[in-house]
């Protein structure tokens, strides 16, 4: 069972919004940190954005900052990415994956568990 699922992917012109959504599955995982990664083709996975638990603390990538939200409903257990300002350059798989630290925002290997992806494709 994949312990994080998305939700919210999609084809969106530049210029426009979508917001993704990482719910647990069978598990919840308050107490870590939760984090939203992209892969583009051809390339490694990155870190675009954090937040720990409480929802105190966040993180973003210098490439999404002041265009993308994240936030966090424990009530729900559930984690959002507000994405506005699309880029063509914003397209990848969106994985949300957590771990017990904010390390997982230097530290790809600091991620304990992995959602599969939602596609995102920002056209020019």
């Known amino acids: 069972q994949v312990p994080l699922v998305e939700y919210g992917g999609g084809l969106v012109q530049a210029g426009g919004s979508l917001t993704l959504s990482c719910a647990p599955s069978?598990?919840?995982?308050?107490?870590?940190?939760l984090g939203w990664f992209r892969q583009a083709p051809g390339k490694e996975r990155e870190f675009v954005s954090g937040?720990?638990?409480?929802?105190?603390?966040?993180s973003y990538a210098d490439s999404v900052e002041d265009r993308f939200t994240i936030s966090r409903d424990n009530a729900n257990h559930t984690v959002y990415l507000q994405m506005n300002s699309l880029k063509p350059e914003d397209t990848g798989v969106y994985y949300c994956?957590?771990?017990?630290?904010?390390?997982?925002?230097?530290?790809?290997?600091?991620?304990?568990?992995w959602g599969e992806g939602t596609l995102v494709t920002v056209s020019s």
């Open positions: 994956g957590v771990g017990p630290s904010s390390n997982i925002r230097e530290r790809i290997d600091a991620v304990e568990y």
């Open positions: 069978g598990r919840t995982f308050d107490r870590y940190w």
């Open positions: 937040i720990s638990w409480s929802g105190s603390f966040t």
